[in-house]
């Protein structure tokens, strides 16, 4: 997910609605995850960002990675390691 996140193009990703790809998906500026059984869902989203692709737009999004990217993931991690030291 987080590879697909640095790409910063639109997502297409099939899931549960409510889980953790679904929340990161949202807070990053990208669309909900859709349920595999929903079609017309899932070709309302295919035309919309083929639609965005053929007039050069990104739509409504404005894409928010930073906090899933290496360099913050790994800082959230290392100040994790030092809170648990510190106990």
Same mark, same amino acid.
Do not use: M
């Given at each position: 997910?987080?590879? !697909?996140?640095? @790409?910063?193009?639109?997502? #297409? &990703?099939? &899931?549960?609605? &409510? @889980?953790?790809?679904?929340?990161?998906?949202?807070? $990053?500026?990208?669309?909900?995850?859709?349920? !595999?059984?929903?079609?017309?869902?899932?070709?309302?989203?295919?035309?919309?960002?083929?639609?965005?692709?053929?007039? &050069?737009?990104?739509?409504? $999004?404005? !894409?928010?990675?930073?906090?899933?990217?290496?360099?913050?993931?790994?800082?959230?991690? $290392? /100040? /994790?390691?030092?809170?648990? #030291?510190?106990?």
């Amino acid at each position: 997910l987080f590879e !697909y996140l640095a @790409c910063e193009v639109p997502i #297409i &990703g099939f &899931g549960n609605p &409510g @889980c953790d790809a679904d929340r990161i998906l949202i807070e $990053s500026g990208h669309k909900n995850l859709l349920p !595999y059984e929903d079609r017309d869902a899932i070709k309302t989203r295919l035309i919309e960002i083929f639609k965005n692709w053929q007039t &050069g737009s990104r739509g409504d $999004s404005t !894409y928010n990675i930073e906090p899933y990217s290496r360099k913050k993931l790994t800082q959230k991690l $290392s /100040e /994790e390691f030092n809170r648990l #030291i510190s106990k």
